[in-house]
């Protein structure tokens, strides 16, 4: 069959997976995540042999040194992977719960039931974990999902989704519950986001470029961001400890992910005291450092930055720096040159925070804290199917109740209207 017939394929076999995975109980659920940990754990070897043919063709590719990191399947994000299921495993189960029983006039009771969004598409580059990620949300939220990993990763991504269907398969679920596109022939893309008829929604993550195109072509609504052109701005009333910390770790603990913060913001007040001590060990780092007027005042041998460092999402070591006179105009400055994905403030000031919290109009907003910390993982969700920066439906690192939707429900005992 040619890619076409072959995606209709796929979607009508999800189609029919997803009324069986709406209800199917809690139990079975998660007898299957925990089975598909125990395989992964069993396959490691089988694991690993594929990750390293992807990250060999890779680096003949030319692929750069990001999206190796992202592609790289290691003992340690294996571990990850194997947690992530045990955690989703451990979460309350969202589907079927009622909320908002109240009585009406007439007599009837009248409230609100959550139930799956039914199937999910997602597109993703790179990143291999997110197909075990992706898989344990949607089966725990009781959807059926199709999954559509970039061509660098398909030998990856075909070893984790053995471990996925066996661990289906022992729970006595549908194996087609789980899909993951078996061609790399880009027009599986285009047919995935135009399947009304069995994709209920789509979730891109990957590059910019990506990303927009989806969003652009999709005929099915889309839960995205684009980029995350993160903030950490140091207030005025910041501790200088904390400062350096956090603006260290926001920039240096990962540089390809998109919660990394791109842009260091500083109240005037501050700069002198913290620039300096933190451009000794950014540089030390290897992080090229570009700053406007005032920064390069006090540091003096970085590069001059442009209108254009404020919007990039670098993904690589390389840090815009700005100084501002006021709270009021770091906030302006985040809305306007920001992606609406995370953003921090450093301070000891309650009222600070609290019109930073208020004011600044992102999916996570952060105090004292580094944004590296927005995922779905650290916020408790177990996993996350991405980040939302759309203000519709669901916002922020997208877990359980993200894929989920409600309908009404209504309890009568012979009611009739009047």
Excluded at 104 to 109: C, E, N, V
Excluded at 185 to 205: C, F, H, K, N, T
Excluded at 324 to 347: F, M, P, R, W
Aim: hydrophobic content about 40%; overall charge negative.
């Amino acid at each position: 069959m040619n890619t076409q017939e072959y995606m209709i394929a796929l979607g009508q076999q999800a189609r029919q997976a997803a009324s069986q995975m709406a209800s199917a109980d809690t139990g079975q659920k998660n007898r299957a995540l925990l089975a598909m940990a125990a395989a992964l754990d069993a396959a490691r070897p089988r694991l690993e042999q594929a990750n390293a043919e992807d990250m060999q063709a890779g680096r003949a590719k030319g692929l750069d040194a990001a999206m190796l990191d992202r592609l790289e399947l290691t003992s340690a994000r294996i571990d990850n992977m194997i947690e992530g299921l045990h955690q989703v495993a451990a979460l309350a189960d969202p589907i079927g719960g009622i909320t908002g029983m109240n009585y009406r006039p007439s007599g009837i009771q009248v409230g609100k039931m959550r139930v799956p969004l039914g199937v999910i598409g997602i597109i993703y580059e790179s990143r291999p974990n997110v197909t075990a990620e992706a898989a344990s949300l949607c089966i725990k939220s009781g959807n059926a999902t199709i999954l559509r990993g970039g061509s660098e990763a398909l030998k990856s991504n075909q070893a984790i989704a053995e471990c996925i269907i066996s661990g289906l398969r022992e729970a006595g679920l549908p194996e087609t519950a789980v899909q993951v596109v078996a061609t790399t022939d880009r027009e599986a893309v285009g047919q995935l986001i135009s399947m009304p008829d069995y994709v209920d929604v789509i979730v891109p993550r990957g590059g910019k470029g990506l990303i927009e195109r989806i969003a652009k072509d999709a005929r099915v609504p889309v839960i995205k961001h684009l980029d995350g052109v993160c903030h950490v701005y140091i207030d005025r009333a910041a501790d200088k400890v904390k400062a350096i910390n956090i603006a260290l770790n926001a920039k240096t603990h990962r540089y390809g992910t998109c919660n990394t913060m791109e842009t260091l913001l500083v109240h005037n007040e501050q700069a002198s005291a913290v620039l300096p001590d933190l451009a000794e060990r950014y540089q030390a780092s290897g992080v090229e450092l570009r700053g406007c007027p005032e920064t390069l005042k006090l540091l003096p041998l970085i590069k001059a930055a442009d209108e254009s460092d404020w919007s990039t999402e670098y993904l690589a070591p390389v840090l815009a720096i700005k100084v501002v006179s006021s709270l009021e105009q770091a906030i302006q400055h985040i809305n306007q040159y920001g992606s609406h994905h995370t953003d921090a403030i450093v301070t000891e000031s309650y009222t600070d925070a609290r019109v930073f919290l208020r004011a600044v109009d992102s999916s996570s907003v952060i105090v004292n804290a580094s944004t590296r910390f927005a995922d779905g993982f650290e916020y408790g969700l177990g996993a996350e199917i991405g980040i939302s920066t759309d203000k519709i439906h669901a916002r922020g690192p997208v877990g359980l109740e993200g894929l989920t939707s409600e309908k009404y429900v209504v309890l009568g005992d012979g009611h009739v209207r009047q």
